[in-house]
Every structure is written in C-alpha cells, then in structure tokens.
C-alpha cells in the first residue's frame, strides 16, 4: 500500500510534556509539511522540509521542533513551549511531476492537552 | 488581505443541484490552484488540481481559474448528500514552496 501514515491517531499529553508525532510516507517524494488545524479555521503551516536533512520553518513554528534524517520520516515534536498545542495535526507530502504540482495528506493526529 | 479568502458558509443547495464554490487570492504570481473536500474529523482530500486560465471537468466537479481577476471557483453537479462536507481553497504562493489555504467553505446538500 502506498501512502501516507501518521500515529497514533490519537494523542493526550499533560501540560508540560513534550510529544511526538510520526509521519511516514513509502511514495518516494522529496518534500514533506506539517499543518495545525484548530476547530474552523484553514490549515496552517509548521514546518516543512523539500529534501532530507534540511527544514524550514512555516508560519507558527514556535513550540514545535522536526527532524529529517530519513527520505521517508518527518517527525515534529510538540513542546512543553508551545502555548496552545491542542489542535489537529496533518501531514502532508508534495509530488511534482511534469504537469501536476499537489500535496496528499495523512490521516492526520488529534492532540488532546489535558 | 488574507492570502486565500472563502466564504465560511455554510452554502446550502437541495440534492441534484449545483454548487458552486468561490476563492480568491491575493498573490498575483500565483500559478497553481488545488480544491480539497474535508468530512468532519477526517483529513483533506485532493479533489481538483488547475494550473491554467479557464475550466477543468473531473466527472460532476468543474473547477475555473481567472489570474486576471485572482479568483478560482469549484462547480458541483447534481450535489449529493455526500458531497456535504467543508471545502478548502488552497493556493501555491511567494516562491511556490508554501501551500496557503482558505478558512473553508461548508457545504450542506439537502434531500
């Protein structure tokens, strides 16, 4: 099966606790994001990175840490910094081709601060 | 100006209608459009993808691109209950590594 995979689907974390979310992806694409999503509202952009070992930060990056050591992994790290962490997390990956440039999505990671 | 802007909705139309969705952006060089459906609690999905002025038909969904006039719209044929769900706008913008999306547009379709 090719895809996407994000774990666990459900995550509850104490106040002050740092926790990670895996993403995984066998489609063999360079480039991978993370997204939040908050109750009604679009998605917004965490980080991202376009190839391994390189990563840049999106538009609300603080509180949030990512690694890239893999082709395949993208794992982000909620920190205990991170004010509001509860919140919808996708992951996403970018596939370009010669006339297609779209990203596919991940089940996604509902994060619950309790 | 927020980069992508939809109305929230939601945007109700009776079973076999068309619905018809709209978006605009601000980002003038921006080259590529993309509409993702959403069900409650599930992640988005790519539905239509356009890259150039004009129409794109994909089965009951047709998706219209005008840059001079910054604004993308996807059309849905004969809605059906399933079609109910919040559709998100999303556009490539500044350097085209960065995905920006709409706040979403729901969409209710009534029997």
């Known amino acids: 099966d090719g895809g996407i995979t994000q774990s666990p689907k459900y995550l509850f974390r104490k106040e002050g606790q740092n926790v990670t979310l895996s993403c995984e992806q066998n489609?063999?694409?360079?480039?991978m994001y993370w997204y939040r999503q908050d109750p009604g509202q679009g998605l917004r952009l965490i980080y991202y990175?376009?190839?391994?070992?390189?990563?840049q930060k999106g538009d609300i990056a603080e509180g949030y840490s990512v690694s890239r050591e893999k082709k395949e992994s993208f794992p982000l790290t909620v920190t205990s910094a991170q004010k509001n962490p509860t919140a919808f997390y996708l992951c996403?990956?970018?596939?370009?081709?010669?006339?297609?440039?779209?990203?596919?999505f991940g089940p996604g990671t509902r994060l619950t601060v309790l | 100006q927020k980069e992508v802007e939809q109305n929230s909705g939601p945007l109700s139309v009776p079973e076999g209608a068309i619905a018809s969705l709209n978006c605009t952006y601000s980002?003038?060089?921006?080259?590529?459009f993309f509409w993702y459906r959403q069900y409650s609690g599930k992640s988005p999905e790519l539905i239509m993808s356009?890259?150039?002025?004009g129409d794109k038909e994909d089965g009951r969904f047709t998706a219209q691109l005008n840059k001079a006039s910054q604004y993308v719209s996807l059309l849905i044929r004969d809605s059906q209950p399933s079609d109910s769900a919040t559709y998100l706008c999303?556009?490539?913008?500044?350097?085209?590594?960065?995905?920006?999306f709409g706040t979403g547009t729901r969409l209710q379709v009534t029997l």
């Open positions: 489609l063999n694409h360079d480039a």
């Open positions: 999303a556009v490539y913008t500044g350097t085209a590594s960065k995905l920006t």
């Open positions: 980002d003038r060089g921006s080259q590529s």
């Open positions: 356009i890259y150039s002025n």
């Open positions: 990175s376009q190839i391994v070992n390189d990563f």
């Open positions: 996403a990956s970018r596939s370009r081709g010669l006339s297609t440039d779209t990203q596919y």
